[in-house]
């Protein structure tokens, strides 16, 4: 298949849009997930910027978020508010957008600003993950807006300010969105060679709180029980419970005091990655089994605070179809597409279990993202934005992917 006259326009338009000039302008701001007044910026930036379409836009506030301090103690987390956009709701063909304004480089992080490498790539915090994305998204909108096609397409527009840290404050904005919709791309970067991400494991992180009783080191250390020792115990329980499709990382212990005293307090931090459903079941089964033997053993109380909040992402036969799709526009444009598996996880593992097909990294190629390594390889903006306004027509001609 070749492109008609007006798929060619389509892209030429997508490709047309300043995109590098508005990430250099968004990287430059430090959005990272706790810096509020950062993110705050970054909200008013993205607002302003995606104005230009048509429909509701707004500033969502978050939901309110919990987490156990190193002391025990839960306590509210803030966060920054979630961009959302609605336009045309009554259209037939509704999809769903997504991506992130929030990165993980905070406030006082060394990396800050951006710089040009000698191989033409933009050394920028947030670069690829995902400033890139958001402007290609939105020049892929906009050419589908100039369009005929548009008064036949609605959809929503998510861009939240949590989810480097798991979207605990924007999923049920996010759930919602999704209702309705034929097919969801989400914006996180593509590899640098353009692979896209496939099949995803899923992710839960618990707080495991565990109080002892304090006592004299040595004078009476019979009389404690240590909290330290048992959330060791546990961590090594949990570790013992890994296997193939599911990774479980006790990845740190809060708790302890001076030397001369038996530590009534520990907290422990543990990650799972869970391949599919029954490895969720598996590993909370193995949770529960090891909360109930330490506190037994060790004659203490054990509470866990968490949940498995990135559910496995497999690709199902609606995913298949929607990267059918992406692969045949890539094709079109001379971009190979693939795709492979991956360990990583984010906003497309909850949009793909509300139901919806999925391609979560049809942002900016780019790498060595979460480190100050970070890349962003400017010429696959124009690539990108036409590869998205490009799959977008095709699904509103056909109506589903």
Same mark, same amino acid.
């Given at each position: 298949?070749?492109?008609?006259?007006?798929?060619?326009?389509?892209?030429?338009?997508?490709?047309?849009?300043?995109?590098?000039?508005?990430?250099?302008?968004?990287?430059?701001?430090?959005?990272?997930?706790?810096?509020?007044?950062?993110?705050?910026?970054?909200?008013?930036?993205?607002a302003? &910027? /995606?104005?230009?379409?048509?429909?509701?836009?707004?500033?969502?506030?978050?939901?309110?978020?919990?987490?156990?301090?190193?002391g025990?103690?839960?306590?509210?987390?803030? =966060?920054?508010?979630?961009?959302?956009? +609605?336009?045309?709701?009554?259209?037939?063909? $509704?999809?769903?957008?997504?991506?992130?304004?929030?990165?993980?480089?905070?406030?006082? =992080?060394?990396?800050?600003?951006?710089?040009w490498?000698?191989?033409?790539?933009?050394?920028?915090?947030?670069?690829?993950?995902?400033?890139?994305?958001?402007?290609?998204?939105?020049?892929?909108?906009? &050419?589908?807006?100039?369009?005929?096609?548009?008064?036949?397409?609605g959809?929503?527009?998510? !861009?939240?300010? @949590?989810?480097?840290?798991?979207?605990?404050?924007?999923? #049920?904005?996010?759930?919602?969105?999704?209702?309705?919709?034929?097919?969801a791309?989400?914006?996180?970067?593509?590899?640098?060679?353009g692979?896209?991400?496939?099949?995803?494991?899923?992710?839960?992180? /618990?707080?495991?709180?565990?109080?002892?009783?304090?006592?004299?080191?040595?004078?009476?250390?019979e009389?404690?029980?240590?909290?330290?020792?048992?959330?060791? @115990?546990?961590?090594?329980?949990?570790?013992?419970?890994?296997?193939?499709?599911?990774?479980?990382?006790?990845?740190?212990?809060?708790?302890?005091?001076?030397?001369?005293?038996?530590?009534?307090?520990?907290?422990?931090?543990?990650?799972f990655?869970?391949?599919?459903?029954?490895?969720?079941?598996e &590993?909370?089964? &193995?949770?529960? #089994?090891?909360?109930?033997?330490?506190?037994? $053993?060790?004659?203490?109380? !054990?509470?866990?605070?968490?949940? /498995?909040?990135?559910?496995?992402?497999?690709?199902?036969?609606?995913?298949?179809?929607? /990267?059918?799709?992406?692969?045949?526009?890539?094709?079109?444009?001379?971009?190979?597409?693939?795709?492979?598996?991956?360990?990583?996880?984010?906003?497309?593992?909850?949009?793909?279990?509300?139901?919806?097909?999925?391609?979560?990294?049809?942002?900016?190629?780019?790498?060595?993202? =979460?480190?100050?390594?970070e890349?962003?390889?400017?010429?696959?903006?124009?690539?990108?934005? +036409?590869?998205?306004?490009?799959?977008?027509?095709?699904?509103?001609?056909?109506?589903?992917?």
């Amino acid at each position: 298949m070749t492109l008609s006259a007006s798929e060619t326009t389509l892209v030429e338009t997508a490709r047309a849009a300043p995109m590098l000039a508005q990430v250099e302008a968004w990287v430059a701001v430090n959005s990272g997930t706790g810096n509020l007044a950062g993110v705050g910026a970054m909200a008013q930036l993205l607002a302003d &910027a /995606f104005a230009v379409l048509p429909g509701e836009l707004a500033l969502r506030d978050p939901d309110p978020v919990e987490r156990v301090d190193p002391g025990g103690t839960l306590r509210a987390i803030e =966060h920054g508010r979630h961009l959302h956009l +609605a336009v045309r709701p009554q259209a037939p063909v $509704q999809m769903l957008f997504t991506g992130h304004m929030d990165t993980v480089y905070p406030a006082d =992080h060394p990396f800050q600003t951006a710089r040009w490498m000698d191989d033409g790539s933009l050394n920028a915090p947030g670069g690829a993950d995902m400033k890139g994305g958001l402007s290609l998204m939105l020049a892929a909108l906009k &050419a589908v807006e100039a369009s005929p096609l548009a008064a036949r397409f609605g959809y929503e527009v998510v !861009i939240n300010s @949590d989810e480097e840290t798991g979207s605990l404050s924007s999923a #049920a904005l996010l759930a919602k969105a999704a209702r309705g919709k034929v097919a969801a791309l989400t914006y996180e970067p593509a590899l640098p060679d353009g692979t896209l991400a496939g099949a995803r494991g899923g992710t839960g992180n /618990f707080a495991v709180t565990v109080r002892g009783r304090s006592a004299h080191a040595g004078r009476n250390p019979e009389d404690g029980r240590n909290a330290i020792v048992a959330a060791a @115990d546990l961590a090594l329980r949990l570790d013992a419970a890994r296997r193939p499709g599911l990774s479980v990382n006790p990845a740190r212990i809060d708790g302890g005091g001076p030397n001369n005293v038996v530590p009534d307090l520990a907290v422990l931090r543990v990650n799972f990655r869970p391949g599919d459903s029954a490895a969720i079941a598996e &590993a909370q089964a &193995a949770l529960d #089994a090891a909360i109930a033997a330490v506190a037994a $053993q060790h004659d203490v109380h !054990i509470a866990a605070h968490g949940s /498995f909040n990135r559910p496995p992402k497999p690709i199902d036969p609606g995913a298949q179809r929607l /990267f059918a799709v992406v692969e045949a526009a890539g094709a079109d444009l001379d971009i190979p597409v693939a795709w492979r598996a991956t360990g990583g996880v984010c906003d497309g593992n909850n949009i793909a279990a509300s139901g919806v097909p999925v391609v979560d990294t049809m942002g900016a190629r780019g790498g060595a993202i =979460h480190s100050a390594d970070e890349f962003l390889i400017p010429d696959s903006l124009p690539e990108r934005a +036409a590869l998205s306004a490009l799959t977008i027509a095709r699904i509103i001609e056909k109506g589903h992917p």
